[in-house]
């Protein structure tokens, strides 16, 4: 969960910003030039770090099926402190020009890929370790470190702006956050480093070594997931559309939404996101445990139905202009979003078997990261530009819902499967 937070902590840090600083430091227009043209492109390059994510989660899952976990957690922890690092440095338009915003472009790729490898790292590392009766519980951890690093992010962000004018805010004070992503960064190393390596990994790599020692080869990961487990990469995938679209739509899209339509200060909504954060991360371990005793669909279905119907409450909430009425949105939006992302880690991580795990849940994850969450802040601005209502994004986050009620309604309960057998295999047999 450490690490995880700092991963996040650096993802979200970018995010934020992209909605608050990037469009006047990276973008500005000219004389006369729609504000909103700015924001687009800023989000845009938002989107560009979940179209370098399938490839982080390609590249990763394929070295983390054959060299272990542990090994890859370290690499993507490296690359991401790097990355965002070097934002905190970067010159802006007025300085370098073209420059600056191509640079910043190729960084967020970075960020990308190496967040593309996390997650799958993370999560199964955990799911791995433990007693398996309350899998759902212990692997919600490292799910806790996206709002753990969205507390950080919103817990600095937010007294820079307040505190620091304008001028200054946009000038030197979002570099603060950046920059002390290496603290951050440094700890998490020291955390990831002391982790073993995953037992039912290393039973798995155990087996694979008598196997080539007797002459039979594993395929490669990529190729096994694709031609074994298509509707596990399917389910994975559609699971992902709901909770994606919807977490970005709270924390993110809220930010543009408050400050475009509603025309309020950008100091208004970073401390509503600190409050649902908080309670979000509170809230995803019970989720996580309640996955254990009642099964992984039920909550995750719960939670589909949920965020597709409060999201028309939440653009209500938020036309209210009212501080704690936004709170109220924001939160409870997270809260229905954590019973989805409490009990994804174990239920992703039990529909595959141990040689390409980190290759499946890889691919399912963050192929669906391109389609939702990556162009989420993206189609729900053009959105409201082209209808001028947050009633057009709600109606979108509700197609969404109804993608991930169907895949997860149509799959198998998954809460009682043993990590050591092979999905797949047993799939074929019981047939």
């Given at each position: 969960m450490a690490g995880t937070t700092v991963e996040w902590y650096d993802?979200?840090?970018?995010?934020?910003?992209?909605?608050?600083?990037?469009?006047?430091?990276?973008?500005?227009?000219?004389p006369g030039a729609d504000p909103a043209v700015g924001v687009l492109l800023s989000l845009g390059t938002f989107a560009v770090g979940f179209i370098a994510r399938p490839f982080g989660g390609l590249v990763f899952?394929?070295?983390?099926?054959?060299?272990?976990?542990k090994t890859l957690l370290v690499i993507s922890l490296l690359m991401m402190g790097i990355a965002t690092f070097a934002i905190g440095?970067?010159?802006?338009?007025?300085?370098?020009?073209?420059?600056?915003?191509?640079l910043l472009v190729v960084l967020r790729l970075v960020q990308g890929f190496a967040l593309g490898g996390e997650w799958g790292g993370a999560v199964l590392i955990v799911s791995e370790h433990g007693d398996p009766a309350?899998?759902?519980?212990?692997?919600?951890?490292?799910?806790?470190?996206?709002?753990?690093?969205?507390?950080?992010?919103?817990?600095?962000?937010?007294?820079?702006?307040?505190?620091q004018d304008e001028a200054t805010f946009l000038a030197w004070g979002w570099r603060i956050p950046f920059l002390l992503s290496a603290v951050l960064v440094l700890i998490g190393l020291w955390v990831r480093l002391s982790v073993e390596e995953s037992p039912v990994f290393r039973a798995a790599q155990a087996k694979a070594q008598e196997?080539?020692?007797?002459?039979?080869?594993?395929?490669?990961?990529?190729?096994?997931?694709?031609?074994?487990?298509?509707?596990e990469v399917?389910?994975?995938?559609?699971?992902?559309?709901?909770?994606?679209?919807?977490?970005?739509?709270?924390?993110?899209?809220?930010?543009?939404?408050?400050?475009?339509?509603?025309?309020?200060?950008?100091?208004?909504?970073?401390?509503?996101?600190?409050?649902?954060?908080?309670?979000?991360?509170?809230?995803?371990?019970?989720w996580g445990a309640l996955s254990d005793r009642i099964g992984r669909r039920p909550v995750y279905?719960?939670?589909?139905?949920?965020?597709?119907?409060?999201?028309?409450?939440?653009?209500?909430?938020l036309d209210t202009r009212d501080f704690a009425l936004t709170a109220v949105a924001v939160t409870v939006g997270l809260v229905l979003h954590g019973a989805m992302y409490g009990p994804q880690a174990a239920f992703l991580s039990e529909l595959f078997g141990t040689t390409?795990?980190?290759?499946?849940?890889?691919?399912?994850?963050?192929?669906?990261?391109?389609?939702?969450?990556?162009?989420?802040?993206?189609?729900?601005?053009?959105?409201?530009?082209?209808?001028?209502?947050?009633?057009?994004?709600?109606?979108?986050?509700?197609?969404?819902?109804?993608?991930?009620?169907?895949?997860?309604?149509?799959?198998?309960?998954?809460?009682?499967?043993?990590?050591?057998?092979?999905?797949?295999?047993?799939?074929?047999?019981?047939?």
């Open positions: 993802f979200f840090l970018y995010g934020v910003a992209a909605a608050l600083v990037f469009p006047t430091v990276f973008f500005p227009g000219g899952g394929h070295y983390g099926d054959k060299i272990g976990r440095l970067l010159p802006g338009y007025a300085t370098i020009g073209l420059a600056a915003p191509l309350r899998r759902g519980f212990w692997a919600s951890w490292p799910q806790a470190g996206a709002p753990g690093g969205q507390l950080l992010a919103n817990g600095l962000l937010t007294p820079l702006a307040v505190v196997r080539a020692a007797a002459g039979t080869a594993d395929t490669m990961p990529i190729l096994d997931v694709l031609r074994r487990y298509p509707r399917l389910t994975a995938m559609g699971a992902r559309f709901a909770e994606n679209v919807s977490y970005y739509i709270f924390t993110i899209v809220v930010t543009t939404y408050v400050t475009t339509q509603l025309e309020l200060p950008s100091s208004f909504v970073p401390g509503a996101v600190l409050i649902g954060a908080a309670v979000h991360f509170v809230t995803i371990p019970l279905l719960f939670g589909a139905v949920g965020v597709g119907l409060w999201t028309f409450a939440f653009f209500a909430l390409v795990r980190y290759s499946g849940v890889s691919i399912g994850y963050q192929l669906a990261s391109i389609l939702a969450g990556g162009l989420a802040p993206i189609i729900a601005v053009a959105l409201l530009t082209t209808f001028d209502s947050g009633y057009a994004i709600a109606v979108y986050v509700a197609l969404c819902a109804v993608v991930t009620i169907v895949a997860v309604a149509t799959y198998s309960e998954t809460g009682k499967r043993d990590l050591e057998n092979d999905p797949a295999l047993t799939r074929r047999t019981a047939g």
